[in-house]
Nanobody, 123 residues
Framework: QVQLVESGGGLVQAGGSLRLSCAAS????????MGWFRQAPGKEREFVAA????????YYGDSVKGRFTISRDNAKNTVYLQMNSLKPEDTAIYYC????????????????WGQGTQVTVSS
């Protein structure tokens, strides 16, 4: 019921930065938590970061802690993922996701998904 559209992906050299955006439309509620996941070729979809719309709580996957920051602008119904110090292993399709309820970090916990945006980090 929540439509999500990611943007901001692209090609960047190792050590560079990108900022992804996820614009939400449709019926959204204060209880909706948002997350970012990524999937590289041949790998499972991996949790990256999550944030609670109402509580301000955040959680990060170990591989991105200290490098990525998730934030939100509820007035714009938009979630961001600031990615710094990018590494080639960060190369993946990045997906925005939403769920009704509190913050969770599992793929199965999120019911709404965007179509993804490609991030490619060259070495």
């Amino acid at each position: 019921q929540v439509q999500l559209v990611e943007s901001g992906g692209g090609l960047v050299q190792a050590g560079g930065s990108l900022r992804l955006s996820c614009a939400a439309s449709g019926r959204t509620f204060s209880s909706v938590a948002m997350g970012w996941f990524r999937q590289a070729p041949g790998k499972e979809r991996e949790f990256v970061a999550a944030i609670s719309w109402s509580g301000g709580s955040t959680y990060y996957g170990d591989s991105v802690k200290g490098r990525f920051t998730i934030s939100r602008d509820n007035a714009k119904n938009t979630v961001y993922l600031q990615m710094n110090s990018l590494k080639p292993e960060d190369t993946a399709i990045y997906y925005c996701a939403a769920r009704e309820g509190g913050l969770r970090v599992g793929v199965i916990d999120f019911g709404s998904w965007g179509q993804g945006t490609q991030v490619t980090v060259s070495s």
